[in-house]
């Protein structure tokens, strides 16, 4: 019977699961992490053989060459080539625009009659008589 209920879980996971995990994954992130860690195993006991005064030549040899390796790869990433890249000028305005007043304002002034104008602050201003 045992046999049987692991066929139906893995024919069910076929089916669906790889899908259901990653919305798991996306949607429950902290669930997705609880699940990961209830897979692992719970007592995990990791003991020195030796190291590396029990390897033999070969062994060395071989580990020297993995290490050579990935070395070289990290050093391709760590000494990427700089590019220097001309930045656009900035825009400037020209003086004259710069002391010419804005084409609305100035229209706003015309019709309602010039004054000095301060800087808002963001309010606007209740009715007369509220």
Do not use: W
């Amino acid at each position: 019977m045992n046999g049987e209920f692991i066929a139906a879980l893995l024919r069910d996971f076929r089916h669906g699961g790889p899908a259901a995990i990653a919305k798991v994954r996306k949607n429950q992130p902290a669930a997705y992490c609880k699940l990961l860690t209830l897979l692992c195993p719970r007592d995990v006991k990791v003991e020195h053989s030796g190291g590396v005064k029990a390897m033999s030549d070969e062994q060395l040899e071989a580990a020297i060459e993995a290490i050579q390796v990935m070395l070289e790869q990290q050093a391709k990433v760590i000494e990427g080539t700089a590019e220097t890249v001309a930045l656009p000028a900035p825009d400037v305005v020209p003086d004259d625009k710069a002391k010419r007043p804005n084409k609305v304002m100035d229209a706003a002034d015309t019709a309602v009659g010039a004054r000095k104008r301060r800087p808002g602050k963001g309010r606007v201003p209740s009715p007369a008589g509220t």
